[in-house]
């Protein structure tokens, strides 16, 4: 995909919930690019109309897992707590860069207490909580007077490396391709759209609080009576999702998806022949449910690529991406164009 940079530099912007600022920035530069007009909302997301009065959204979160400081250990240390649900043996020893209220980047270790094996015969059965773990900051700091006295506060924000990576095979591999990876796919939507010269009644809605449940809540055009969620689809043990094909939920935590809706993505999909995967999710929630627990009065779908390891060191492939975009293309062009 000849615009994979876009999905290596947007995955570059931190953006952990609360944080999202940048990453909006660039989300809208790029819509502009493509001759669009996005707005900001009052939340801070992003929505976007590839044409007047839409009746679809297609939405995608901007906010990725990360962590807030806490507290000030004696020893010069920082307590943190967590943006979202992030598996933290997946990102223990890995860099992290604290956003200062001033403006200001620090940059530090996400470690276990007492994190030598030579001085601690147990840390590697020592199970990993935000009690048990600490940043370690890349300053010469011993006490906590001296951590304040760096500008660092209780609130500033942690954000994790992503270490992104994107292989000759087509594979991708990254910290917070949920959800960046979908982002990646409304930017492909608006860039087919754009290259198409044919307005349609669409938009594109990327939101910013959808780790801690409640991103998808009311910021829609009222025309919208559809919600085409776009977020990771779960690859794992006893599930049909694959890096490879677009997943397409049936339900998940919040319950089912609108059974119609689905209906036609998988009839899309077989039709096309666009790789697909149909599944139920036991542990998960999206931007729909935070729509429909809001009151938004729609029919909502949630598809997207297939994402492995989530929440830890997240893989997808070019393939799922494009099979989410084509099938996303497939429905604008079905309900729309047909």
Known sequence: MDTLHLLEQLIAIDSPTGFTSSAADFIEETLRSYGFSPIRTVKGAVRCGLGP????????????????????????????????????????????????????VVTGTLLLNDPSTHANNKAASLERTPDGMHIRLDESVKTADEVRALGIRIGDIVAFDPKYQALPNGFVKSHFLDNKAGCYVLFEVARQVASGGVPVPVELFFSTYEEVGHGGAPSYSETVNELLVIDMGVVGEKLEGSEQKCSICAKDSGGPYDYGFRKRLVQLAENQSIPFALDVYPFYSSDGTAAWRAGVDARVALIGPGVHASHGMERTHVDGMKATVDLCMAYINDTFKG
Do not use: C, M, Q, W
Request: glycine share 16%.
């Open 53 to 104: 009065a839409p009746t679809l959204a297609l939405a995608a979160h901007t906010d990725t897992l990360g962590a807030i400081v806490s507290g000030f250990n004696t020893n010069g240390t920082l307590r943190f707590s967590l943006l979202g649900g992030p598996l933290l043996p997946s990102f223990e020893g890995g860099y992290v860069r604290l956003h200062t209220l001033d403006g200001k």
